[in-house]
């Protein structure tokens, strides 16, 4: 399946239907505490559930997009790894069961310029609504451009994700990440 960017998207599952947008953006974050209290205050505000992720570390809009509907899963079928959905937004996206490691592979840092945001919603005109405030709030400039693969983010995501010379002779890049996604259901 093919994504195109600043995409939202409707998934069904065992979570019933949800709608799940994913964009990225160039901005600045000053303080990181202070940029997810205030998401916090969206999501609540709009009643969706967001992430903002280190753009740097994802691999595309597709990325996101299966992180997402493995993150509704896990949480609808109680195979979840954190209470809340928002944190196993970001387990997922960092196939990383342990949220301190997640928060570190792909969580957004102080001085980040470069974002990746997903939000979760019941329909579109919500999620997108959501999304437009995020981006109003936070001063962030859309640029989905940000969530491509490009040759300086390749080494950064290799050392991330641990991907080797050998997996990359036998799956493109993108796959390899995705397939990551993926086996963290059987990591539990």
């Known amino acids: 399946m093919s994504f195109a960017r600043g995409t939202t998207i409707e998934l069904r599952g065992p979570f019933g239907r949800r709608v799940v947008g994913a964009a990225g953006g160039r901005g600045m974050v000053t303080s990181t505490d202070e940029f997810l209290q205030r998401l916090a205050a969206v999501d609540q505000a709009m009643g969706t559930t967001s992430q903002i992720f ?3 570390q994802i ?13 509704l899963i896990a949480h609808a079928t109680n195979n979840n790894f954190a209470s809340s959905l928002g944190i196993e937004l970001m387990c997922w996206t960092a196939a990383e069961r342990q949220i301190g490691r997640a928060f570190e592979k792909v969580g957004v840092r102080q001085g980040a310029r470069e974002l990746a945001f997903l939000v979760v919603g019941t329909s579109r005109v919500q999620v997108k609504t959501a999304m437009a405030k995020i981006f109003h709030e936070f001063a962030v400039e859309r640029d989905d451009k ?6 300086g983010k390749l080494s950064i995501m290799r050392w ?16 390899l990440i995705l ?3 993926a086996l963290l259901a059987l990591a539990k």
């Open 54 to 56: 280190d753009a740097l």
């Open 160 to 175: 991330t994700f641990s991907i080797s010379p050998e997996e990359l002779k036998v799956a493109p890049f993108e796959k």
């Open 146 to 151: 940000v969530l491509e693969l490009r040759q």
């Open 59 to 71: 691999a595309s809009t597709e990325h996101l997009v299966h992180a997402a509907r493995s993150a």
């Open 179 to 181: 397939e990551r996604v």
